[in-house]
């Protein structure tokens, strides 16, 4: 994903700066780098030069994918109670009780939402930070409530 959006502003960094070579000086103490300036057919100015070298365009950045998990709820679990997903994913949860009123509270995500029986709920969010988020049945269901939970693991 950074190769996409970087490679397009390089290239529109090189055909702005192209217009001011002749107008740009190069500051004392910053040192050409001929490979970089020869590759854009010299021109770009020479305190550029150390800046584009540094830039890196590599084509191992992960891109970020949709995926999408349907998960039931019934008393007392969540069915799969376990998803596992890449940092940078979309991820969009399909939840769905199948017998009483629920709820899935997904605290560190800020997530809570009431699942009325024999209705889907679609939850969306973006997997920014690895690690494991638990979640839970936020709406009392009965004697084994508290053991309904799962879990979310962004790897």
């Not at 020479?46 to 070298?53: H, N, P, Q, R, S």
């Not at 191992?60 to 994913?89: H, L, M, N, Y």
């Not at 009483?100 to 029986?117: C, K, M, Q, S």
């Amino acid at each position: 994903m950074k190769t996409k959006v970087l490679l397009p502003a390089l290239v529109i960094l090189v055909a702005l700066i192209s217009g001011c070579v002749q107008q740009s000086p190069q500051p004392a103490g910053v040192e050409r780098n001929e490979s970089v300036t020869e590759s854009v057919g010299g021109q770009i100015p020479d305190y550029l030069d150390d800046a584009l070298a540094e830039l890196e365009l590599t084509e191992d950045v992960a891109e970020s994918s949709v995926r999408e998990f349907s998960i039931i709820a019934r008393q007392w679990e969540f069915q799969p109670d376990t998803i596992e997903v890449k940092k940078g994913d979309n991820v969009t949860l399909h939840v769905k009780s199948v017998d009483v009123t629920h709820g899935i509270y997904i605290p560190d995500l800020a997530i809570n939402a009431n699942l009325e029986p024999n209705e889907t709920v679609d939850i969306s969010f973006v997997a920014e930070n690895p690690g494991t988020y638990e979640f839970i049945c936020s709406v009392w269901c009965g004697s084994g409530h508290e053991h309904m939970k799962g879990k979310i693991i962004i790897k």
